[in-house]
C-alpha cells in the first residue's frame, strides 16, 4: 500500500530553519506529483508548495515564496522542504501528498495519497 511519512519537525525559534522529508513508498514516486500542505488549528489545509514530477516545475504560496524550497530525489523516492526565515504564523501540522498525475497542483483534491503530517511550531 502507498505510505508516505513526514519527518524533521519540531519547535524552532522565529527566524530559524528546519528540512521536512517525506519518504514515499508503494507508489511511482518518479513519475508522481508531489506537494506539501499544512493546517493550523481550527484552519483549513492550505496549499504550501508543489513540484513537478521532474522536479522542472515548483509553485509556492504567496506566504511562504522567498522563504521555502520544494525539491525531491527521485533515486531516493524522498520529497523536501527546506524552511528557512520561519515565522510565528508558520506553525501548523505539515502534510505531504502525491498525486498519480505527475504535474504540479495546488489544489488539495487532486492529490490521492496524503502522509500523517508532521508538527512545526515556530516561537516568537
Known amino acids: 500500500q502507498v505510505q508516505l511519512v513526514e519527518s524533521g519537525g519540531g519547535l524552532v525559534q522565529a527566524g530559524g530553519s528546519l528540512r521536512l522529508s517525506c519518504a514515499a513508498s508503494?507508489?511511482?514516486?518518479?513519475?508522481?506529483?508531489m506537494g506539501w500542505f499544512r493546517q493550523a488549528p481550527g484552519k483549513e489545509r492550505e496549499f504550501v508548495a508543489t513540484?513537478?514530477?521532474?522536479?522542472?516545475?515548483?509553485r509556492y504560496s504567496d506566504s511562504v515564496k522567498g522563504r521555502f524550497t520544494i525539491s525531491r530525489d527521485n533515486t531516493k523516492n524522498t520529497l523536501y522542504l527546506q524552511m528557512n526565515s520561519l515565522k510565528p504564523e508558520d506553525t501548523a501540522r505539515y502534510y505531504c501528498?502525491?498525486?498519480?498525475?505527475?504535474?504540479?497542483?495546488?489544489?488539495?483534491?487532486?492529490?490521492?495519497?496524503w502522509g500523517q503530517g508532521t508538527q512545526v511550531s515556530v516561537s516568537s
Open positions: 501528498a502525491a498525486r498519480s498525475d505527475g504535474a504540479s497542483a495546488i489544489d488539495r483534491a487532486l492529490y490521492d495519497y
Open positions: 508503494g507508489v511511482t514516486f518518479s513519475s508522481s506529483g
Open positions: 513540484i513537478r514530477w521532474s522536479g522542472t516545475i515548483t
